[in-house]
């Protein structure tokens, strides 16, 4: 379980391919803390660690998370935003993260609106997974909300700090990034689904 607040920003030392799975290095400051089997959300996924190194972790992606990811599209020398397993006497300073990306979608659109961003997003339509203004959705595992809603669009507006502190400040239009909608509006339309039915 996660918060969606962004602890570090990672960098990927290695991508290593054995037959459908990545072998991902990444090197980080509270790498030195970490222990095999920890889980560590990297851009909005929950991974978990197989090996340590100088400055640095292993993990690895199996053929699912590539498939419904960004992972795949991954390069060595990119930033990815980080967090470990949140605490169970911390403060929820963001939202409830699982770690378990919906979709991936498209930064469509990049505007600087009175000292803040606002990023514009687009996302294959579906009946299953909806955001509304005011609600919660992780991006690349940030906790952020949303602040104009469509059926299959959406926008956030990320304030200096964020932008600095996390990896918005190496998106562009057309970058593509991972989804996870709010779990509880998550169950909410499954209920819905299961109601049309009966």
């Not at 960098?11 to 391919?17: F, S, T, V």
């Not at 993990?59 to 980080?82: F, H, M, P, R, Y």
């Amino acid at each position: 379980m996660f918060t969606g607040i962004v602890e570090n920003i990672g960098n990927i030392k290695r991508i290593e391919k054995e037959q459908e799975n990545l072998h991902i290095t990444v090197s980080c400051d509270f790498a030195h803390e970490l222990q095999v089997d920890q889980s560590v959300l990297h851009n909005g996924i929950c991974l978990t660690v197989v090996s340590l190194e100088e400055g640095g972790y292993t993990v690895t992606a199996i053929k699912e998370t590539i498939d419904v990811t960004s992972i795949g599209e991954w390069k060595v020398g990119q930033s990815v935003n980080l967090e470990r397993a949140m605490l169970m006497n911390g403060r929820l300073d963001g939202h409830i993260v699982q770690g378990h990306v919906d979709h991936i979608a498209t930064c469509v659109s990049i505007d600087e609106v009175g000292g803040s961003t606002y990023f514009g997003f687009e996302y294959k339509k579906t009946s299953q997974h909806v955001t509304i203004e005011k609600g919660s959705i992780t991006i690349d595992g940030t906790s952020l909300t949303v602040v104009d809603s469509g059926i299959n669009t959406f926008k956030v507006a990320i304030i200096p700090y964020t932008l600095e502190y996390t990896i918005f400040k190496d998106y562009h239009v057309g970058t593509i990034v991972n989804l996870e909608f709010d779990v509880v509006g998550k169950y909410v339309s499954k209920l819905m689904q299961v109601r049309e039915l009966n």
